[in-house]
């Protein structure tokens, strides 16, 4: 459970991680230390597990992205190709999805000489994976890591100690 507090920290983090304690404190109107000290409980309860610098694909010459459907031929439970895929350093997302294929994989390289190269040389050579069908994306509408953080209702607020306690402080 998450106070109003809470939330807005995660909202103004999320936009950017860079934000220091110190403002986040002028802004909701709470000491920097209340601030940290919330933080470090986001991180701690792992609400808040990184901090990341989101680099533009373009300039270091990566800007065909895909999506890799693969099927795989694992033991249920299994997870032995997946893990193979996350490791690969083009291989920026893994999921594991349910219907015909094992997982879905997000990739980016430099063109579609570099994606065959991937798929035939590297992903062909992982025994498990039986097939593959790729998309390549032509161009991208919105890509984002931002999560729709919910407001909390006033009457949510008043019980949630913590939002008591921060307004003592």
Request: proline share 5%.
């Amino acid at each position: 459970m998450f106070d109003d507090i809470d939330t807005q920290i995660m909202n103004i983090l999320q936009h950017d991680a860079r934000t220091s304690n110190a403002y986040i404190a002028r802004r909701l109107e709470m000491a920097p230390s209340a601030i940290f000290e919330r933080i470090r409980k986001l991180e701690a309860r792992s609400v808040l597990r990184g901090y990341e610098a989101r680099v533009n694909p373009d300039a270091l010459s990566l800007g065909l992205l895909a999506f890799v459907f693969v099927r795989a031929d694992e033991p249920l439970g299994s997870s032995t190709a997946g893990q193979t895929l996350a490791a690969l350093p083009e291989v920026q997302e893994v999921h594991h999805v349910a219907g015909e294929d094992c997982y879905l994989v997000k990739v980016r390289v430099a063109d579609t000489t570099a994606l065959g190269r991937l798929l035939r040389d590297t992903f062909a050579a992982i025994p498990a994976i039986r097939s593959t069908r790729t998309t390549i994306v032509l161009s991208t509408l919105k890509e984002s890591a931002l999560l729709p953080i919910p407001i909390l209702t006033e009457d949510a607020q008043e019980t949630h100690p913590e939002t008591q306690e921060a307004r003592r402080v």
